[in-house]
């Protein structure tokens, strides 16, 4: 029997998939509503496979090791692993540079 791990999404990764969903429901609610079920299914195998996802290549440089991605083109779902826990902590256009998302991140907690 494999051990599962329980995902929980961080408010940070919730309002990230909010924000992407409600930007492509502009244009189409149906193309929205398949990207969430994409998402959500990319991220579900991460209950039985938490491991699957590598390494974030630019936190890797820092050697900040206990953050993982998947990427579903052209998001990238952030994650780390705690015990039998999975935490998605961003959904990050790929696009976009990674270290200054996060960077900002950091700046403007609250």
Same mark, same amino acid.
């Given at each position: 029997?494999?051990? #599962?791990?329980?995902? =929980? ?10 924000? =992407?969903?409600? &930007? *492509? +429901?502009?244009?189409? =609610?149906?193309? +929205?509503?398949?990207? /969430? ?16 996802? #590598? *390494?974030?290549?630019? /936190?890797?440089? &820092?050697?900040?090791? $206990? ?8 998001? #990238? *779902?952030? %994650?780390?692993? +705690?015990?039998?826990?999975? %935490?998605? !902590?961003?959904? =990050?256009?790929?696009?976009?540079? !990674?270290?200054?998302? @996060? @960077?900002? #991140?950091? *700046?403007? $907690?609250?």
């Amino acid at each position: 029997m494999s051990n #599962r791990y329980k995902v =929980i999404w961080s408010k940070t990764a919730k309002l990230d998939l909010e924000t =992407i969903i409600e &930007y *492509i +429901a502009e244009d189409s =609610i149906t193309n +929205a509503l398949n990207i /969430l079920s994409k998402i959500k299914t990319k991220t579900s195998v991460l209950v039985n496979y938490p491991m699957r996802g #590598r *390494i974030v290549p630019e /936190l890797k440089e &820092y050697n900040i090791l $206990q953050y993982r991605e998947i990427i579903y083109k052209p998001w #990238r *779902i952030i %994650y780390k692993i +705690a015990e039998n826990k999975v %935490y998605v !902590v961003s959904v =990050i256009d790929g696009r976009r540079n !990674v270290e200054d998302v @996060l @960077l900002d #991140r950091l *700046i403007n $907690q609250k």
